[in-house]
């Protein structure tokens, strides 16, 4: 018996041990066999350990071709296949009671309790597992306001005594907003909160100076706007919606004082991916139309909103408005600069189709379609052939999700859960992340809720969630009153 609970002479075993052999043979590390594939070196790892459930007939194709064997690994699963369809009859005439039994009431909620090993934890309030998305913005600020940051200190070194104060200011924020840009989706969130906030004042306090030239204010009326931005995003990860708003407000506010309409495009597009997530898609809808007609043409925002319009027309079930908003936003990337940002809080992901393609054809039930188009985004966008830090991102995470639902659609339990397993392991977890994750959660139970790759899913899931949400209350913990001795 393999630790995964297959004999050692079946055809799932062989399998994967075949697999294991013809990549050693080819001198491969799975890494590499992954990029040759087109998939993450967590499949190659499953498909070399023989488990209850046999991997995917799309996966094998590709190890066949890509290991040259000839049609050897189709039929090496095509065996696996019908011995696991044998096992499982013979498990459910075993399982078959022998004489007449009381039908037990189910009630509908139970439907995510796993095995009475696990009872205790799934019984957690989902609520007190996310509580951390709460208080996450109240943490930040204790954290931020609680001492001078380095950072600030060198602004007001490096602009002291100068004779141009406010220009080398300006040169400095705008250097730290590309920074920042980058740093949002791979860094911890409260440590590049206060930093952001912290330097947002800073650009504050310069726009309040009496004299400022026109030129000056206007170019630091935009830093602001963006670090706005920013903000808005940085709150929005941490759940704290309320906060989100208010950033999203003023960097609107900023964009419209400083002629950069651009800024307001990418606020819409922060309150329309928050109502998204928050599941109130008509909305989300509204705010991203009214988002595309202040955001000018040739510029990512405006791409961006198409996008999400296209994702958020998917959820509501509108294939034809759908299709056009996909249309609209072909067109809008068309319309970008060639050196258009890739990577950062401000940036586009280019691949064959719009972002956000494959979400929209998930949400139709088009989950081969859906599978094939994130694998693209994932060639594209994070390819393991060079060292590439988006992998470490949020964005990455979600795109993992992505292609766990897909698979979770199509039956792939395995492949569903091993994309799971590895976006919750990226470096960090952030609000949209954990919703997806939580659907990604339910999506396999409400099916296979006794499956070993199942269970090791919802118990990782549930211990991120509740490791996040201790390390806020940790920082909170300093912001409690101390009583008088």
């Not at 609520?127 to 060198?154: D, E, K, W």
Request: charged share 20%; aromatic share 4%; glycine share 8%.
């Amino acid at each position: 018996m393999t630790a995964d609970g297959a004999t050692a002479d079946s055809a799932a075993a062989q399998l994967a041990q075949e697999i294991k052999r013809l990549r050693k043979a080819a001198d491969l590390s799975q890494p590499e066999l992954a990029g040759m594939i087109g998939y993450t070196r967590q499949y190659v790892s499953m498909a070399e350990r023989a488990g209850k459930n046999v991997p995917s007939q799309e996966l094998i194709k590709a190890l066949d071709k890509a290991l040259a064997a000839n049609g050897a690994l189709i039929a090496l699963r095509q065996n696996a296949k019908v011995e696991q369809a044998a096992l499982r009859q013979d498990m459910t005439a075993m399982e078959r009671p022998t004489g007449p039994v009381a039908s037990p009431t189910v009630d509908a909620g139970s439907a995510t309790t796993m095995s009475s090993g696990n009872s205790a934890r799934v019984e957690r309030n989902p609520v007190n597992r996310r509580s951390f998305l709460a208080v996450g913005g109240a943490a930040a600020f204790g954290t931020a306001l609680s001492s001078q940051t380095r950072v600030l200190q060198a602004l007001e070194i490096v602009t002291s005594g100068h004779a141009d104060t406010l220009g080398v200011a300006i040169d400095c924020l705008n250097e730290l907003i590309s920074h920042y840009s980058e740093k949002l989706s791979v860094a911890p969130l409260a440590e590049t909160y206060g930093d952001l906030l912290n330097v947002r004042s800073y650009a504050g306090g310069l726009l309040d100076r009496p004299g400022t030239s026109a030129p000056q204010r206007s170019d630091l009326t935009f830093a602001a706007g963006r670090l706005s931005n920013l903000l808005a995003v940085a709150t929005s990860y941490m759940g704290d919606h309320e906060s989100a708003l208010v950033w999203c407000v003023d960097a609107e506010r900023r964009g419209d004082e400083s002629g950069s309409r651009d800024i307001a495009g990418w606020a819409a597009l922060t309150r329309a991916t928050m109502a998204y997530y928050q599941g109130r898609t008509s909305r989300s809808v509204e705010l991203v139309v009214q988002g595309q007609a202040v955001a000018p043409m040739g510029t990512v925002a405006r791409a961006k909103l198409a996008a999400h319009e296209m994702r958020a027309r998917a959820m509501l079930g509108d294939t034809e408005g759908m299709t056009h908003a996909k249309r609209r936003a072909t067109n809008a990337i068309a319309d970008l600069p060639t050196n258009v940002a890739t990577t950062g809080a401000f940036s586009i992901a280019l691949a064959e189709d719009p972002p956000y393609t494959a979400t929209s054809l998930l949400l139709l039930n088009r989950f081969q379609e859906a599978a094939s188009a994130t694998r693209s985004v994932i060639n594209a966008a994070y390819p393991t052939s060079t060292h590439n830090r988006n992998r470490q991102s949020s964005s990455y995470a979600r795109t993992l999700l992505i292609l766990g639902l897909a698979e979770a659609g199509l039956g792939h339990i395995d492949e569903a859960a091993v994309a799971g397993r590895t976006a919750l392991d990226s470096s960090g977890l952030v609000w949209p992340t954990l919703v997806l994750a939580g659907k990604l959660d339910q999506a396999l139970i409400r099916g296979h809720k006794d499956a070993a790759e199942v269970v090791g899913y919802h118990d990782l899931y549930l211990d991120m969630t509740d490791r996040a949400s201790s390390e806020l209350r940790h920082h909170c913990s300093h912001l409690a009153p101390k009583e008088k001795e």
